[in-house]
């Protein structure tokens, strides 16, 4: 099983134990929002580019409002499947999934009251700094400061340049859900209060 596969499947049981009007840290969404999210995304590829194009995102919401119609159950048996065979995602999974599935497995966990983060393998670990590395680059691309991502390791990434840093500092996983905008995390922030505040106001979404 792939990491992929793996954190998928502890997706679905956290879909199937909160229910579907669980909250989420996607807005609005409910768990059931968030899995019409992921069967658009692997499934409707007429639909799926409005969910990174701004102005194609008015038929993603109309296709995803659709599909989150399905009995909750039936939604999350899709998403248990995976991708179907005639979909890139198919193919991609084991690349592009992971941090997918990872996040929006957060997403779920850590909008509730009372979350602790989970103590992932090594290799799942491993992965998502691999991610966080190259995300950071785009999520912290207006700081108007240096970031500079650190591991309790001592592993770094620097994914903004400026004359002043700010290091984030936390496991690759935390600081994968920081770069995602994600604010349920646990990471230090070293620098200059100021920079420190511009970096943790930045919109990270994208």
């Not at 998403?79 to 996040?103: H, Q, R, T, Y």
């Not at 680059?137 to 592993?155: C, F, H, Q």
Request: charged share 25%; net charge neutral.
């Amino acid at each position: 099983m792939s990491l992929a596969q793996h954190e998928r499947a502890e997706l679905v049981s956290t879909l199937t134990a909160v229910g579907e009007s669980a909250p989420t840290l996607c807005g609005e969404w409910t768990a059931r929002d968030l899995a019409a999210h992921l069967v658009v995304r692997e499934r409707r590829l007429d639909a799926a580019p409005g969910i990174l194009v701004p102005f194609l995102a008015g038929y993603t919401e109309r296709v995803q409002k659709g599909v989150a119609r399905q009995p909750f159950p039936e939604l999350v048996a899709v998403v248990a499947s995976g991708p179907p065979v005639w979909s890139p995602f198919k193919v991609l999974d084991p690349v592009i999934n992971v941090g997918e599935m990872f996040v929006h497995h957060e997403d779920l966990r850590r909008a509730r009251p009372g979350w602790e983060p989970r103590v992932l393998s090594e290799a799942m670990e491993n992965k998502l700094w691999s991610i966080a590395s190259k995300i950071g680059r785009l999520a912290y691309r207006g700081a108007g400061v240096g970031v500079i991502l650190r591991t309790p390791d001592g592993r770094t990434a620097t994914v903004s340049k400026g004359d002043r840093s700010v290091v984030l500092i936390g496991s690759p996983s935390e600081l994968l859900l920081d770069a995602f905008g994600r604010s349920e995390v646990v990471i230090e922030a070293d620098g200059d209060a100021a920079d420190v505040d511009a970096v943790r106001k930045l919109d990270r979404s994208f």
